[in-house]
């Protein structure tokens, strides 16, 4: 597809429960991101893969929380044992790596998990 | 961490008027700083960026303006018009990718 393509689009699930959110990035682009927003507060980063690895997972709250990338492309957040507190919009994004850093991020629309 | 606060929450706006959003950042490392606009049930979309190394920045009714010695940078929208109805958020970051944003200010423009 043109953009950062996110599934579910929207999550309602059980305190306890396992819940799995996929990323399909822009294509060719190696960079991608998870961030969280809370209502009405601003994305919070989350985790950045550069290609199949994990270059920085400092914002993922807790054990619970776990991404993979296996082959580079396609992302799947995973949440383990929800608590209300996750509730939330999932963002992912994309980017092409450029010299000097990275490129502009383009993000999805992003995955509404609600836990009851 | 850093921590970015946004200013003001809310703004509405008479149509053909300016916009101002004003933010403040903590971190004096910080090197690069984006405004993204968020439409409902969207995700966020670049609107403009500004590194370190530049003090002003425009994109047709588009501006940005950076004080580093202050640690603030402000978006400036020029002749608004109601499609530029959305939240904006102000974001700042070492490099490029943890972007630490600010709480969002939402928009409205009166026809």
């Known amino acids: 597809g043109a953009g950062v393509s996110q599934t579910p689009s929207n999550k309602v699930t059980e305190k306890g429960k396992y819940v799995e959110l996929r990323c399909d990035p822009i294509s060719g682009h190696t960079a991608l991101y998870w961030y969280r927003q809370s209502l009405g507060q601003g994305p919070e980063f989350l985790i950045y893969f550069q290609g199949t690895g994990a270059a920085d997972d400092s914002g993922l709250p807790n054990d619970r929380f776990f991404a993979v990338r296996p082959e580079g492309s396609v992302s799947t957040l995973k949440i383990q044992r929800t608590e209300r507190g996750d509730s939330a919009v999932y963002l992912c994004?994309?980017?092409?790596?450029?010299?000097?850093?990275?490129?502009?991020?383009?993000f999805g629309e992003g995955s509404r998990l609600t836990v009851l | 961490g850093e921590n970015v606060e946004q200013h003001p929450s809310t703004l509405s706006v008479q149509e053909g008027d300016s916009a101002v959003i004003k933010c403040t950042y903590s971190d004096s490392a910080s090197n690069y700083f984006p405004w993204y606009k968020q439409e409902l049930g969207k995700g966020p979309q670049l609107i403009i960026d500004i590194r370190s190394n530049v003090g002003e920045k425009k994109d047709q009714r588009i501006a940005v303006t950076l004080n580093k010695t202050a640690k603030h940078f402000s978006l400036h929208i020029t002749e608004t018009q109601p499609e530029d109805s959305a939240v904006y958020f102000c974001?700042?970051?070492?490099?490029?990718?943890?972007?630490?944003f600010g709480a969002g200010t939402t928009v409205t423009v009166r026809a």
């Open positions: 974001a700042a970051s070492r490099g490029d990718y943890k972007l630490s």
């Open positions: 994004a994309s980017s092409l790596m450029l010299a000097g850093g990275t490129g502009e991020l383009f």
